[in-house]
């Protein structure tokens, strides 16, 4: 019994080691990113004319990317298919059409027996 509660109070120990920081953790992405200098000398606001003479950037995707966006109403498909355009994806670009038939749940408590129940549905 003594050398599972001495075993119990290491393992608390480390876990509030770690979580207090005493113990080294590995850096990720987000961490990295945010010890990296800004430059703030560098940062400018630009008014509207200096933003429509910044030259357009396409958005890079991966070649074997393979992403799915769904689920509109035919207006918004409109939308979706005008925003999709500017990627100009060309035949990688493929859809699917799907009609989804409308439904409701509904609950109604239990009514204590079959004829009441019979009741409160019609």
């Known amino acids: 019994m003594k050398i599972l509660f001495l075993i119990l109070l290491l393992a608390n120990l480390g876990f509030y080691a770690y979580s207090q920081g005493y113990v080294p953790q590995t850096m990720d992405a987000a961490d990295e990113l945010m010890r990296t200098p800004l430059n703030p000398d560098k940062i400018r ?3 509207a004319t200096q933003v429509a003479a910044l030259p357009k950037i396409k958005p890079v995707l991966k070649a074997s990317a393979c992403m799915e966006w769904g689920s509109f109403s035919p207006a918004d498909a409109v939308k979706a298919e005008q925003s999709l355009q500017i990627l100009a994806l060309g035949d990688r670009l493929s859809e699917r ?3 989804e ?3 409701w749940w509904v609950y109604l408590p239990p009514q204590g027996s079959k004829a009441n129940a019979g009741q409160k549905t019609c």
């Open 45 to 47: 606001v630009l008014n």
């Open 101 to 103: 038939t409308a439904s």
């Open 97 to 99: 059409r799907v009609e």
